[in-house]
């Protein structure tokens, strides 16, 4: 990516460290006026413009236009690398694969991660918890589904085999890290670990082997993030999509396919995003992805 230039509507702003987009990968770039490896020295306008690439010549690879945009929802290709451009309510995924949010299942709706004393458990004591709620019309199995505080399978708890809620229903979860997590599906249910005072935790289709795993039968179904005391529910997010353009390898004159996948223009104020990374907030930016199995 050494030598390229990503300008907008009325700025630009050249890249001089040597960096690669992986085959097939992904490279998020942060629009916040800022020096770095991984920032661009000007900010994408909320209002509307164009996100254009250019070679070390100054020639332009490709040019996508915007408009209006709105909070917390990004826009980009779908799938990556198409020409159509998709808006992402709830699928926020810069610097990863672009996806529409399709889940109905049931959803992260509350946590508590300093219980201190507001609700006891069943056990008598004050410990963080989760809220798990079902906006279906019909009760949810949950067995097999994994609840995490990180990518790490270390940090996952997998319902028991039984575990369900019933139509318009809640589940609640403890986080005890003093007791061992629950293997019965009748419940009470307690996750085997503590929540920190910030983190995230997802709800998963499947307990990942040491990350997510994005296919049919290991899908990131929900996310939550939180600060401090603050209790979220699941807010909205976006994702990214674009056209083709043409590029040239350094090592026999042509360079893999780039492209502009992506990008997030009116960030959200607060954390609670619905995004793979924990934000950090307030950011605009823009990813770039390849096509092709060079780097």
């Given at each position: 990516m050494r030598g390229l230039y990503l300008g907008t509507s009325n700025n630009l702003c050249r890249m001089y460290s040597l960096s690669f987009v992986p085959p097939r990968g992904y490279v998020q770039l942060f629009a916040e006026e800022l020096s770095?490896?991984?920032?661009?020295?000007?900010?994408?306008?909320?209002?509307?413009?164009?996100?254009?690439?250019?070679?070390?010549?100054?020639?332009?690879?490709?040019?996508?236009?915007?408009?209006?945009?709105?909070?917390?929802?990004?826009?980009?290709?779908?799938?990556?690398?198409?020409?159509t451009i998709t808006t992402f309510a709830g699928s926020v995924s810069p610097g990863a694969s672009n996806y529409v949010l399709a889940w109905?299942?049931?959803?992260?709706?509350?946590?508590?991660?300093?219980?201190?004393?507001?609700?006891?458990?069943?056990?008598?004591?004050?410990?963080?918890?989760?809220?798990?709620?079902?906006?279906?019309?019909?009760?949810?199995?949950?067995?097999?589904?994994?609840?995490?505080?990180?990518?790490?399978?270390?940090?996952?708890?997998?319902?028991?085999?039984?575990?369900?809620?019933?139509?318009?229903?809640?589940l609640v979860v403890w986080c005890d890290g003093s007791r061992a997590g629950s293997t019965n599906g009748s419940g009470p249910f307690n996750t085997g670990f503590s929540c920190p005072a910030k983190a995230a935790m997802s709800i998963s289709s499947t307990p990942p082997p040491s990350r997510w795993t994005w296919s049919a039968t290991a899908t990131r179904c929900r996310r939550i993030h939180w600060q401090h005391r603050r209790e979220l529910a699941p807010a909205g997010g976006a994702n990214p999509g674009r056209d083709q353009s043409r590029r040239r390898h350094a090592g026999n004159g042509e360079r893999p396919s780039l492209q502009t996948n992506g990008w997030l223009t009116r960030p959200p104020a607060m954390i609670g995003s619905s995004c793979i990374t924990p934000p950090p907030w307030p950011l605009t930016w823009a990813d770039c992805s390849s096509a092709t199995i060079l780097p």
């Open positions: 770095g490896a991984d920032q661009l020295e000007f900010k994408l306008p909320a209002a509307g413009g164009a996100i254009v690439l250019y070679d070390e010549a100054g020639t332009e690879l490709e040019h996508v236009t915007y408009g209006l945009q709105q909070t917390a929802v990004s826009e980009g290709r779908l799938p990556d690398g198409a020409a109905t299942g049931p959803v992260l709706n509350e946590v508590l991660a300093r219980n201190q004393s507001a609700v006891a458990s069943p056990w008598s004591n004050y410990v963080d918890f989760v809220e798990l709620f079902n906006p279906g019309g019909s009760a949810a199995s949950l067995a097999g589904m994994a609840l995490g505080k990180s990518t790490a399978a270390e940090d996952c708890w997998t319902f028991p085999a039984g575990t369900s809620i019933p139509a318009g229903g809640y």
